[in-house]
Each structure stands twice: as C-alpha cells, then as structure tokens.
C-alpha cells in the first residue's frame, strides 16, 4: 500500500467552477500535512499546509483534514486557467515528507 | 533571497561517467533532501540529511551517494550513471521542525543515454 495516495485525475473543470481533490495516508500517526502546485517541468511550491482537523481557509483554496478517516483535500473555488497544474499531496511522518503522485488538474475556458 | 539552489539544470551524459549535481540553501536549514521524479510515480526520496555529516537513505539510494560537509550545501553524487537514472531530480531544505514548509530548488533534468 502507499503512503499517500491521490486521485491520478486528470480533473478537469469549467472556469469559475470548484475543483475538488482529495488524499488519502496510511501513517495514522502523521502529523502535518501539504499541498504544492507543480506546473510541468517546475519544482514544487506549497499552497497550503494544516495540522488540526477541520477546515483551514486561505484565499480561494480550503484544505481539509479527517485524522480519523486519514484523509486531506484541497478545494479550490473560482477556479482559474492559472490553477492548471499538478497538485500533489505531502505527509510529515517522524520528519519524513512523503508525496502522493498527484493529480493534474486542467480548468477549461 | 531564501532559496534552494541547484546546478547544473539540464545534463545529457552517457553510461558510467561520474556526475554530480550541486545544491545550496541559505536558509540556515538543518534538513535536506534529493527527491526524483517520474511520470506517474510522484516525487521519492532518494537520500536525506538531519544536519552535517548526518546522511541516511530514502526510499530509492541505489545508485546514490550523498555528503554533508556544510550545511548549506548537500551534493548528488552519480558514480556510475546508467540510463534508468535519467529522471528529474530536485533538492530540498527546510528546518527540522516536523511542521515546517519545505522548499524545493528549481529541479535538474539529467538524461542519461
């Protein structure tokens, strides 16, 4: 089993709609928890970072957290031609960051 | 600037000339990183360390080596370089605190033939 799983997409999207990822982990024990934007053949930079459960609000991206259920997503509203690009989800387990594969998001016209 | 530097960016080589791949953080970080990157495969951890002269393996060392003489820089080291080497490879620091962001370099695209 991976660590950290995601949905392989690619999601595609009207502009203006709300794309929706999620991310699943196997360490019940992690404790923080990433998510970075990848456009192709650039390194990643992060957008949003949560530890707590609940929601966490920043701009047009809300991230989700459910320990319980070991389960991330990120919701990203207004969705935007910019917003096109991998988004991968990262793990912090006893100071390792594992990575999911990503999922590759494409918002149309 | 904070940053994470990486040289070179691009290197076409051949079968089992040695390489290394340079990385350099001004952050005053204790924890770095070399991850590859395959398509489908997500980002994996080939070896880290926890400070100087503190190195450990990841999830994909064979083939690797690594060192940690200063703490700003942290060199990837390719003995003998075989085509199923050629991946994107990108370094990464951050502090080694469990909740701290970490910043990736700009990535070096190595294609080994």
């Known amino acids: ?109 | 600037e904070a940053q994470v530097t990486q040289n070179p960016r691009y290197l076409i080589t051949v079968t089992g000339k040695k390489l290394t791949v340079t990385c350099s953080q001004n952050m005053n970080h204790e924890y770095m990183s070399w991850y590859r990157q395959d398509p489908g495969l997500g980002l994996r951890q080939i070896y880290y360390s926890m400070n100087v002269e503190v190195t450990d393996k990841g999830d994909v060392p064979e083939g690797y080596k690594v060192s940690r003489k200063e703490k700003r820089n942290f060199p990837l080291i390719l003995e003998s370089p075989s085509p199923n080497q050629t991946s994107l490879y990108f370094c990464a620091s951050r502090q080694q605190t469990s909740t701290d962001t970490q910043y990736f370099g700009p990535g070096t695209r190595l294609t080994v033939l």
């Open chain 1, 1 to 109: 089993q991976k660590e950290v799983e995601q949905n392989s997409g690619p999601l595609s999207v009207p502009e203006g709609a709300i794309a929706s990822l999620n991310c699943t982990y196997s360490d019940r024990g992690s404790q923080s928890f990433f998510w970075y934007r990848q456009y192709s053949g650039k390194s990643p930079e992060l957008i949003m970072f949560i530890y707590s459960n609940g929601d966490k609000e920043d701009g047009r991206f809300t991230a989700q957290l459910n320990k319980a259920s070991q389960y991330v997503s990120l919701l990203i509203r207004d969705s935007q031609p910019s917003d096109s690009a991998t988004y991968l989800c990262a793990v912090m387990s006893d100071y390792k960051l594992s990575f999911g594969a990503g999922t590759t998001v494409t918002v149309r016209a």
